[in-house]
């Protein structure tokens, strides 16, 4: 059984940084694809980064690219993402999530659409 558990979250003033990290447990961690999507109420739901852990090459939606960058730790089957010059527009629950794909297919706009697993999601707040 697979279970992610994300941690991290918080509330920051425009400007500040936090980083999330996702505990990844039953799960071939080393070989799928890893990412985070975002949801803000009465929004639609954005994938914002991926990284497919077997080559390590990350990927990122336009709205964060440049601020936001996803790492892997394999070792510790953790997932992490940092987020520097945090805004108001990124205000949303962010969740963990993993799916078994190419990397082809491992981008940040897949889990805009979907997800195989996810975490149960940890807020974040900017206020301006």
């Known amino acids: 059984q697979v279970h992610l558990a994300e941690s991290g979250g918080g509330s920051v003033p425009a400007g500040g940084s936090l980083s999330l990290s996702c505990i990844v447990n039953?799960?071939?961690?080393?070989?799928?694809?890893m990412g985070w999507f975002r949801q803000a109420p009465g929004k639609e739901r954005e994938g914002v980064a991926a990284?497919?852990?077997?080559?390590?090459?990350?990927y990122y939606a336009d709205s964060v690219k440049g601020r936001f960058t996803i790492s892997r730790d394999n070792a510790k089957n953790t997932v992490y993402l940092q987020m520097n010059d945090l805004q108001p527009e990124d205000t949303a629950m962010y969740y963990c999530?993993?799916?078994?794909?190419?990397?082809?297919?491992?981008?940040?706009?897949?889990?805009?659409?979907?997800?195989?697993?996810r975490g149960q999601g940890t807020q974040v707040t900017v206020s301006s």
């Open positions: 039953g799960y071939t961690y080393s070989t799928k694809c």
């Open positions: 990284i497919y852990t077997g080559a390590g090459s990350d």
């Open positions: 999530a993993a799916d078994d794909l190419t990397p082809a297919g491992c981008r940040a706009e897949y889990f805009t659409r979907r997800s195989g697993y």
